[in-house]
């Protein structure tokens, strides 16, 4: 046998064994695949390839060969997403509002696979994943110029979603009016509370009337209805292209790096956690006597924990009765993180892991 034909018959013989190899993997990524549609995982997690192909790389010892294996492992991973996307297809993803809402701008991104679907706000949104109408749904938690979004805090205390992951949105808010009109002419602005909230100066510099409304798109649609030159919504650029619309100002939110975070909620809860980044929420009320809360806070930090976050909001159902919110670094499934959530039980009233998570993923 010719050195040709040799190379050949090894070919071959790799190819056999690649070939079974690869239905192998791909099986386990069918197994992913489900894993992170009930529990409203990205599809792409650019940590993990990178671990996985640092990891499998160092397998090649030629230095010449190990550059081409990388880039076969970059194309593997590709077709590996490209087939997790389709077997999530169809995944429905619950969001307040309507198209062109920063909320659906959010999860189109997230899950730019999935089937969105807007409702009309955040505890409707909410209970289409508790009713199964919906697989997830991407709720707004915080604001990093106005603060706490405090009806979805209270959805995160009193309900029964576990959140997955943890989101940011650059967010541009825009002066939108109907075809032909100008600054000049308007005399109202209509929009959600919180984006208002965002553009105050720029509302109270000309002197016009602020106008809530439940979502910002919803605000573009209204004005689009109206018809009215002297009316405008402060929306998303996306929303002037939907709802014809003409951007008489861009970017007039106060901060220039005015960005929301989004929560991912979802029915199962995460199991998995990464070596690192991890994060989780805590959400407790502490006994009514001088201190209580001060011991928490000692637990948390006598673990070892660093608590990123600190926040109350009032029980709607007690007067005068808090419940705060902590998001905290580390893994609460850990020994230690075991041993700080028996201690906190004994000095709080209520105790509730919220959920957990790896570290922000900025939505570009």
């Not at 959140?163 to 100008?182: E, K």
């Not at 808090?322 to 009233?349: I, N, P």
Request: charged letters at 25%.
């Amino acid at each position: 046998m010719d050195q040709l034909q040799q190379a050949r018959e090894i070919i071959n013989e790799v190819d056999q064994q690649m070939a079974a190899l690869f239905v192998r993997r791909m099986e386990a990524c069918r197994m992913i695949a489900g894993y992170k549609k009930e529990r409203a995982l990205p599809i792409y997690d650019a940590a993990r390839e990178q671990v996985v192909i640092e990891k499998n790389s160092a397998y090649v010892e030629d230095e010449q060969i190990r550059d081409y294996y990388v880039r076969f492992l970059h194309g593997l991973m590709d077709l590996t997403k490209q087939y997790q996307f389709r077997l999530i297809e169809g995944m429905k993803v619950a969001y307040a509002g309507v198209k062109g809402a920063f909320a659906n701008i959010a999860a189109t991104r997230i899950f730019p696979g999935g089937i969105c679907m807007g409702y009309e706000g955040f505890q409707a949104a909410y209970d289409a994943v508790v009713k199964e109408e919906c697989d997830c749904v991407v709720l707004p938690i915080e604001n990093s110029f106005v603060g706490e979004v405090g009806q979805v805090m209270d959805l995160m205390f009193h309900g029964q979603l576990h959140i997955n992951g943890i989101y940011t949105l650059p967010v541009s808010q825009n002066l939108l009016g109907v075809p032909g009109s100008d600054r000049s002419r308007i005399r109202k602005v209509l929009s959600h509370p919180q984006a208002l909230s965002q553009c105050e100066e720029y509302i109270h510099r000309y002197g016009w009337d602020a106008i809530p409304e439940s979502n910002t798109a919803i605000a573009a649609q209204k004005v689009a209805r109206l018809g009215d030159p002297t009316i405008a919504a402060i929306a998303s650029a996306a929303t002037a292209d939907l709802y014809g619309l003409e951007i008489l100002e861009h970017d007039i939110n106060v901060s220039s790096t005015n960005t929301t975070k989004f929560a991912v909620f979802s029915r199962v809860e995460n199991k998995t956690r990464n070596l690192r980044d991890n994060k989780f929420i805590l959400m407790f009320t502490v006994n009514d006597e001088a201190g209580a809360l001060a011991r928490a806070i000692q637990v948390i930090a006598s673990h070892g924990f660093n608590m990123k976050a600190l926040r109350s909001r009032p029980v709607k159902e007690v007067d005068w009765q808090y419940y705060f919110y902590v998001e905290v670094e580390g893994d609460e499934d850990s020994r230690e993180g075991q041993k700080m959530l028996e201690e906190l039980a004994g000095v709080c009233d209520t105790l509730k892991v919220a959920g957990h998570y790896t570290a922000q993923i900025c939505l570009n």
